[in-house]
């Protein structure tokens, strides 16, 4: 079946650490987008990509990073350069600027 | 810029009843998409529905439905024949047809929605 999946489903972190959030499509989607979700705070957009090889800054890139070197994989690493990193992280796909967002089942990082 | 207001933080329902969840939005774009996504407690987000601002009719998805009101920029959702695997948290959110941001969602804050046997 065709989706969206993030890994892992908790990942725990400890101070200073760089961890890498692991997300992968088999939907042939070309854009995907890293999103962060705090409670009160709905959906924050860190990252996004359009295409193999180029990604953009979301609104709160800040301590983040991602790459795009594959179509079907877009990893995003939070660095220690992130004050505050423990959050619910959502990885999304569309197949193109005119559809809808197909969204994985998160992955949660607590700091430690 | 654009904004989407979701002024219910809760709401709760009687199984097999009707709820109807609110959402206004800013902007001074004339097209434009709405959708409403479900966050169930898998935290996986799930499109619900999904309007194009110059299409008059309303959408609908079954139980789900939407009351778009252009002029007053207003999209609510209606949830009729309420069932348990309703209770989620519901997300309105607003997309720009234009190319800057690359038409990114801009999102409310979300309704948490109980469904009561």
């Known amino acids: 079946d065709g989706g969206i999946t993030q890994s892992p489903k908790y990942l725990f972190r400890k101070e200073g650490q760089n961890v890498t959030l692991s997300c992968e499509q088999n939907l042939n989607h070309d854009a995907m987008y890293w999103y962060r979700q705090d409670p009160g705070q709905g959906l924050r957009l860190i990252y996004y990509?359009?295409?193999?090889?180029?990604?953009q800054k979301g609104d709160i890139a800040e301590g983040y990073s991602v790459s795009r070197e594959k179509k079907e994989s877009f990893p995003l690493t939070v660095t220690s350069a992130q004050k505050n990193p423990t959050a619910f992280y959502l990885c999304?796909?569309?197949?193109?600027?005119?559809?809808?967002?197909?969204f994985g089942q998160g992955t949660r990082l607590t700091v430690v | 810029a654009q904004t989407v207001t979701q002024s219910q933080p809760e709401m709760s329902v009687q199984e097999a009843e009707t709820v109807t969840l609110s959402c206004t939005y800013d902007t001074s774009e004339s097209d434009y998409y709405l959708f409403w996504y479900k966050q169930p407690p898998s935290r996986q987000m799930i499109l619900v529905i999904r309007q194009e601002a110059y299409k008059q009719q309303n959408a609908t998805e079954n139980r789900f439905s939407v009351n778009f009101q252009k002029a007053a920029k207003s999209f609510s959702l209606k949830i009729s024949d309420s069932q348990l695997g309703d209770a989620a948290m519901y997300f309105c959110?607003?997309?720009?047809?234009?190319?800057?941001?690359?038409?990114?969602?801009?999102w409310g804050l979300g309704t948490s929605l109980a469904v009561n046997p």
């Open positions: 999304a796909s569309r197949r193109d600027v005119d559809t809808e967002a197909f």
């Open positions: 990509s359009q295409i193999v090889n180029d990604f």
């Open positions: 959110a607003y997309r720009s047809p234009f190319a800057g941001n690359n038409r990114k969602l801009i």
